[in-house]
């Protein structure tokens, strides 16, 4: 299998050539689902506002099936939030733990094992958005947010729910095929080039769990970090200017 030589912190490895063309894999994939037409446009060729009696009842208000722009967009940046984010995170800790123990603990050792994170979510995240794109499998987190009847708990069900499901073009809960596939397929393809320590079936599957469990968590982050955010320290009383002192 041809192999690209890359550099990260001075490491180089080698990854497949097949993982620098996910891009193009997502694009060509995508374009064919933005292009097709409304399935809900009248003969005129548009489609009917979203509160006209013959729009279907979505659980997700206002919801806008996604374009190919906005699949790749979402390749895009979600990689890229792995690249300073997940990956680096990753890579510190398995260089702390010296896994794969075949690295050194060294910052050579650290760019070899993120190179070998990002590579894994490169090809998951192009797996999912390019599959996707056949059958109308929408990769988005869709908040669920507070309000009445949305404590924590239904939050959180929503969040472990949402890293197995997915959106399909109707605004519609429905299994995430594509990231069944895209997930395990990933883990398991990786074994082409990772270490022999971490190149077994065991490994790829425990890849596959770390994906779903990295999901789950990406999707936590989405829907409570908003919260924090809005959430502003009360400011005390304003004293200034200050009261005149009485006098003696």
């Avoid at 702390?96 to 690295?103: D, F, G, H, V």
């Avoid at 997930?183 to 425990?206: K, V």
Wanted: charged residues 15%; proline residues 9%; aromatic residues 10%.
């Amino acid at each position: 299998m041809a192999r690209q030589r890359i550099s990260v912190g001075g490491a180089a490895m080698l990854i497949p050539n097949f993982v620098f063309l996910l891009p193009l894999f997502c694009l060509l994939a995508a374009a064919p689902a933005g292009a097709q037409p409304d399935s809900r446009a009248g003969s005129g060729g548009s489609a009917p506002p979203p509160n006209a009696a013959t729009a279907p009842a979505t659980p997700i208000q206002g919801f806008v099936p996604m374009s190919g722009k906005e699949r790749t967009q979402w390749y895009l940046r979600s990689t890229a939030g792995a690249a300073v984010g997940g990956s680096v995170l990753a890579a510190g800790w398995s260089t702390a733990w010296r896994t794969p123990q075949e690295y050194p603990t060294t910052w050579g050792g650290f760019g070899k094992r993120y190179a070998l994170s990002i590579s894994g979510v490169a090809i998951s995240n192009g797996a999912e958005a390019g599959l996707g794109a056949l059958w109308g499998e929408d990769p988005r987190y869709f908040r669920k947010g507070a309000g009445p009847g949305t404590g924590f708990g239904a939050r959180m069900n929503h969040v472990l729910l949402s890293a197995v499901t997915a959106t399909n073009r109707d605004g519609n809960r429905m299994p995430a095929y594509a990231r069944y596939i895209a997930i395990p397929g990933s883990s398991f393809l990786q074994n082409d080039w990772r270490p022999e320590s971490q190149s077994s079936t065991n490994e790829a599957l425990l890849r596959t769990l770390y994906g779903f469990l990295g999901r789950m968590s990406a999707n936590a982050i989405r829907e409570f970090l908003p919260d924090l955010r809005r959430k502003k320290p009360q400011s005390a009383p304003a004293t200034f200017p200050p009261a005149a002192l009485p006098r003696n």
